[in-house]
């Protein structure tokens, strides 16, 4: 059976996300004056700020870290006032990583800036674009379910 969709358009569909990622990064030619971070540790807010209260090692496998590079993002995380480590309550041996008033507030910045250069790249016409966030989020949650393969020459 053929595929619905080209490899070709799938690539390009990829691409095209890869190209309006640069176009938004906070730290590129528009930056915002947000704690800077790098991808490493900008991958490690993240899921720190969804899932508050979550330990290390949770977020080490949700990222597909390696335990020792999460580890030094999450120092430098908390050096720079991003993260806050906590001794779970039930646990005195466990850790729970909450994001910190300062992230909150690089957070609300962050999503001002991506919606305002999202809404002035389409000119008020909005159109379908709940459609196509929900597409991103669903290839997103595919991508998590299914680890990249080795691709054949």
Same mark, same amino acid.
């Not at 971070?37 to 949700?62: D, F, I, K, Q, Y």
């Not at 008033?101 to 999503?111: G, I, M, T, Y």
């Given at each position: 059976?053929? $595929?619905?969709?080209?490899?070709?358009?799938?690539? +390009?569909?990829?691409?095209?996300?890869?190209?309006?990622?640069?176009?938004?990064? $906070?730290?590129?030619?528009?930056?915002?004056?947000?704690?800077?971070?790098?991808?490493?540790?900008?991958?490690?807010? #993240?899921?720190?700020? %969804?899932? =508050?209260?979550?330990? =290390? /090692?949770?977020?080490?496998? &949700?990222?597909?870290?390696? #335990?020792?590079?999460?580890?030094?993002?999450?120092?430098?995380?908390?050096? !720079?006032?991003?993260?806050?480590?906590?001794? +779970?309550? @039930?646990?005195? #041996? &466990?850790?729970?990583?909450?994001?910190? $008033?300062?992230?909150?507030?690089?957070?609300? !910045?962050?999503? +001002?800036?991506? &919606?305002?250069?999202?809404? /002035?790249?389409?000119?008020?016409?909005? !159109?379908?674009?709940?459609?196509?966030?929900?597409?991103?989020?669903?290839?997103?949650?595919?991508?998590? #379910? %299914?680890?990249?393969? $080795?691709? /054949? @020459?």
């Amino acid at each position: 059976m053929q $595929p619905v969709v080209s490899d070709g358009v799938l690539a +390009a569909f990829a691409d095209v996300v890869m190209r309006i990622a640069r176009e938004i990064d $906070p730290n590129g030619p528009h930056g915002l004056d947000i704690v800077p971070l790098t991808g490493t540790e900008a991958l490690v807010m #993240r899921w720190v700020h %969804h899932n =508050p209260g979550t330990s =290390p /090692s949770a977020v080490a496998e &949700a990222t597909a870290l390696q #335990r020792s590079n999460c580890s030094v993002a999450l120092r430098s995380l908390v050096a !720079k006032g991003m993260i806050e480590r906590q001794t +779970a309550p @039930d646990d005195a #041996r &466990a850790v729970r990583l909450l994001p910190t $008033p300062l992230a909150d507030r690089s957070v609300e !910045k962050l999503h +001002a800036y991506w &919606a305002e250069r999202l809404r /002035s790249a389409l000119d008020d016409d909005q !159109k379908g674009f709940a459609d196509a966030a929900e597409l991103l989020i669903r290839v997103e949650d595919g991508l998590r #379910r %299914h680890p990249a393969a $080795p691709v /054949s @020459d």
